[in-house]
């Protein structure tokens, strides 16, 4: 660790109103980190989204000091850091908007490169929804151990995920709502300490910042923009699973979410992401990695005809009969079949939880793809 070059990137990360954009600001302005402290007043404030009060904190010393400290907490600890410019930070998240400057690490980063995957949920999951988690992942593992699995160590749908990797043997990150100095929950500090060893903590907070309920709403924008897509697995209509949901689909990422029952508590904020096109439905891990391009030429794809024990009402034929493996938007569907949007949108909900169809990022639909193993 490079402590003169890490000063002045944590004290950058430390000034309160510096976020990405003004941080990409200043770097463009400036060589290095270092040099942004070097900078007289009357500069800065010709930098975008620099005004007088926040030259004043940027010439405080005070953030220099605040930097040191953390410095010598890191060496105890034997963590790293990373900052935004530099060639160790991930790649997926530095093309948030608002990833954090720096990052701090225990154990591996995720490699530029693997597949990963976040997977997040109720912290209060039905024994099916533990049960699907493991299963899901252990799938995941059999056919690509390679891929990489991103939770936030949290009760619930979190561990499941976590451990589940463990005993699989995949790569898993755990993000963090918390600085080092603590773990939260205690309870699930043996598995963190496997995680260290099969994988990594990692967290945008720094060393004395407690678990604040604020703090793991933050913490759900690097769930998000450290992976390839984002899986929901069991969520009420509100919870930090559907804002992971949220900022995934904000960062451009696929989302997927598992459906339930339609009175189910648990279910109904999977089931509203699936009705409103904000997640894709899907049932198995071989659907998931299947839309993200990470199983194919082995399989032999067909296009399946309503199963014939499905009751289809009149008006669901005619919208299964326009749906063909090529997207199709849903208005093109409501023109084609003559049939208002609403009433439309409704029955493809009704047709993606029978399995005959699925739904595609930008209201857009195909027929659902079975594979069977040549």
């Known amino acids: 660790m490079d402590n003169e070059n890490l000063i002045p990137k944590l004290a950058l990360a430390l000034i309160p109103g510096i976020g990405a954009g003004t941080a990409r600001s200043l770097m463009a302005r400036c060589e290095n980190a270092e040099s942004v402290f070097s900078l007289k007043k009357r500069d800065l404030i010709t930098i975008p989204g620099i005004g007088t009060q926040l030259a004043d904190?940027?010439?405080?010393?005070?953030?220099?000091?605040?930097?040191?400290?953390?410095i010598r907490f890191l060496q105890k600890e034997k963590i790293e850091a990373h900052?935004?410019?530099?060639?160790?930070?991930?790649p997926a998240l530095s093309q948030c908007?608002?990833?954090p400057i720096v990052i701090f690490s225990r154990g591996e980063m995720p490699q530029p490169g693997r597949r990963?995957?976040?997977?997040v949920g109720t912290r209060n999951p039905t024994s099916q929804g533990k049960q699907f988690t493991r299963n899901l992942v252990s799938e995941i593992a059999a056919r690509d151990p390679t891929v990489i699995i991103v939770s936030g160590l949290a009760y619930g749908i979190d561990i499941q995920a976590h451990q589940a990797a463990l005993d699989c043997g995949l790569m898993t990150i755990a993000v963090l709502g918390h600085g080092f100095h603590t773990l939260y929950p205690a309870v699930h500090r043996s598995t963190a300490s496997r995680i260290i060893n099969q994988g990594g903590l990692i967290s945008d907070f720094f060393s004395y910042n407690?678990?604040?309920?604020?703090?793991?709403?933050?913490r759900n924008r690097i769930i998000a923009g450290l992976s390839e897509a984002?899986?929901?697995i069991e969520s009420g209509i509100k919870g930090g699973?559907?804002?992971?949901?949220?900022?995934?689909?904000s960062y451009d990422r696929d989302v997927f979410a598992v459906p339930g029952r339609p009175d189910d508590p648990m279910s109904a904020g999977c089931n509203f992401m699936i009705r409103t096109n904000q997640a894709c439905l899907i049932n198995n891990a071989g659907e998931l990695m299947y839309s993200e391009g990470w199983i194919q030429g082995d399989r032999a794809v067909t296009v399946p005809q309503p199963d014939l024990f499905i009751s289809?009402?009149?008006?669901?034929?005619?919208?299964?009969?326009?749906i063909t493996t090529e997207p199709i938007l849903l208005d093109q569907v409501s023109r084609l079949v003559k049939i208002p949007v609403q009433l439309v949108s409704a029955h493809l909900l009704s047709l993606e939880f029978k399995g005959l169809i699925k739904s595609i990022p930008g209201q857009q639909y195909s027929r659902q793809i079975r594979n069977r193993l040549l």
């Open 83 to 90: 900052f935004l410019f530099d060639p160790d930070y991930p």
């Open 230 to 232: 984002t899986l929901v």
């Open 312 to 322: 289809l009402s009149e008006e669901e034929k005619q919208i299964l009969d326009k």
């Open 97 to 99: 908007t608002d990833a």
């Open 116 to 119: 990963t995957l976040s997977i």
């Open 241 to 249: 699973a559907m804002v992971t949901a949220e900022m995934a689909g």
């Open 210 to 218: 407690l678990p604040e309920p604020k703090n793991f709403i933050r």
């Open 57 to 70: 904190r940027i010439l405080s010393p005070d953030v220099i000091t605040r930097a040191e400290q953390e």
